[in-house]
C-alpha cells in the first residue's frame, strides 16, 4: 500500500484555500480536512483565545490523521499549523512550543500557498482585509525558513485549481 500524501491548502484570509481544498479532493476523488478553526470559533460565546489555538491545532491535527486512513493517494488539508504559528505570534507574540515541535516533525509532503489576487469576500471570521500583502510574505518567509516544498497558487477560481493540479502532477512526478 502506498503513502497517502499530504498537501496543505495555506495563505492568508480570504485566498480561496476552502474551496481549493474541496475542489482538488473531488478532482482526486479522495478527501480534505475542512479548518477546524472556522467550527470551533463559531461554536464560542466569547472572543478567542490564545490557548484556543493550540486546541485547535490539536483537532486539526486528529482530524488529519482519522482521515489519513480512508484517503487515497493525496490527503488535502485545508489550512496546516504555519497558520496557526503566524495568527499566534501576531495577536499574543507567542506560539506554543507544541505547535513549532508538529511544524518540524509532521511536514506536509507540499505545500500550495494560496496568493492574494483574489478579491477579498467579506465574513465575520476574517479580521485583517488590508493585511494580506503582509501575511501572504509572511507565509512565503516560514515556508523557507522551515525549507518546506511549497508552490504558489494564482488566478480566478477556475484557474487556481488548474494551476494546483498542474503543480502536484509536476511535483510528484519530477519525485520533490
Not at 11 to 25: M, R
Not at 118 to 139: C, K, T
Not at 142 to 166: D, F, H, M, T, W
Amino acid at each position: 500500500m502506498n503513502k497517502v500524501l499530504r498537501i496543505a491548502v495555506t495563505g492568508p484570509e480570504s485566498t480561496g484555500k476552502s474551496w481549493l481544498s474541496e475542489k482538488l479532493a473531488r478532482h482526486y476523488d479522495t478527501l480534505y480536512v475542512p479548518e477546524f478553526a472556522r467550527e470551533y470559533v463559531n461554536q464560542l460565546d466569547r472572543p478567542y483565545r490564545q490557548d484556543d489555538i493550540i486546541a485547535i491545532s490539536r483537532e486539526q491535527i486528529r482530524r488529519e490523521k482519522q482521515a489519513l486512513t480512508s484517503a487515497r493517494r493525496y490527503l488535502f488539508c485545508d489550512t496546516e499549523l504555519i497558520v496557526s504559528k503566524i495568527w499566534e505570534v501576531y495577536k499574543y507574540g507567542e506560539c506554543h512550543p507544541w505547535i513549532l515541535e508538529q511544524i518540524k516533525s509532521n511536514p506536509c509532503d507540499l505545500y500550495l500557498l494560496c496568493n492574494i489576487d483574489l478579491p477579498w469576500e467579506p465574513d465575520p471570521l476574517r479580521e485583517y482585509p488590508h493585511m494580506r500583502g503582509f501575511f501572504f510574505n509572511w507565509f512565503k518567509k516560514e515556508l523557507k525558513r522551515y525549507g518546506l516544498p511549497y508552490r504558489i497558487i494564482s488566478g480566478n477560481r477556475e484557474q487556481r485549481l488548474a494551476n494546483a493540479v498542474a503543480e502536484i502532477e509536476e511535483f510528484f512526478k519530477a519525485g520533490k
